[in-house]
């Protein structure tokens, strides 16, 4: 079990630029999220889903929008990326609201 | 508005003896608590949880305590050990609905 994958690794974007990051999980979760990471911020939840086809906000959803169309798979698509966006993406993905298991990260910096 | 706090970025310890790390919460809706271990490049693991019913959980070298009257919670390791350096969160959720994080706190365990 390859657990939870993220795609792409590590990202240069220019401002206005857009991209899509690809979160796979192959344990059968109903729940995923993506989280990015900032310091002294610890994680922050920007978007959720709890089945295909459903997405949900969290706490800093401007900016970003996300699509489950396949259980095993959460995008997570910046339109027009801003220097704010700088950060480390963390996908995850939970039977329920309780341990969620995280995929490597995806580092993104924003130019 | 940050609802779960770790007001502590960094510890340091000598191996073998006790690590406590603190986290305190200002949502009094919070019914479940987890710590999760973070090392560099990778992203969180859980490491153990509570319920709002009970006030301890143990397991093994890890116990994590709680005081819902004083909206506290704290992970307790013993002994600890050099693996164990890690960035620790606290997180905290409500009626299985949302997850907030504490910002982190840098474990060093010095041989």
């Known amino acids: 079990n390859a657990g939870v994958t993220q795609t792409p690794k590590f990202r240069v974007l220019k401002t206005g630029q857009s991209m899509t990051l690809l979160c796979a999980q192959d344990m059968n979760h109903e729940y995923m999220y993506w989280y990015r990471q900032d310091p002294g911020m610890g994680l922050r939840l920007i978007h959720y889903?709890?089945?295909?086809?459903?997405?949900a906000k969290g706490e800093v959803p401007d900016g970003y929008n996300v699509s489950r169309l396949k259980k095993q798979n959460f995008l997570l698509g910046l339109e027009s990326a801003a220097p704010s966006q700088t950060s480390v993406y963390f996908c995850a993905s939970s039977y329920r609201w309780d341990t969620q298991y995280f995929g490597p990260g995806t580092r993104l910096t924003v130019l | 508005d940050q609802q779960v706090k770790q007001n502590s970025p960094s510890l340091s310890v000598q191996e073998g003896r006790i690590s406590i790390l603190n986290c305190d919460y200002t949502?009094?809706?919070?019914?479940?608590f987890l710590w999760y271990k973070k090392y560099p490049a990778e992203g969180p693991t859980f490491l153990i949880s509570i319920s709002s019913i009970k006030d301890k959980n143990e397991d093994g070298r890890f116990t994590v305590f709680l005081n819902k009257s004083a909206k506290h919670l704290s992970l307790h390791i013993v002994p600890s050990q050099p693996g164990d350096s890690a960035v620790y969160f606290c997180?905290?959720?409500?009626?299985?609905?949302?997850?907030?994080f504490g910002a982190g706190t840098r474990l060093t365990v010095k041989p």
């Open positions: 889903s709890v089945g295909e086809g459903t997405t």
């Open positions: 997180a905290a959720s409500r009626n299985n609905n949302d997850m907030r």
């Open positions: 949502n009094s809706m919070f019914d479940y």
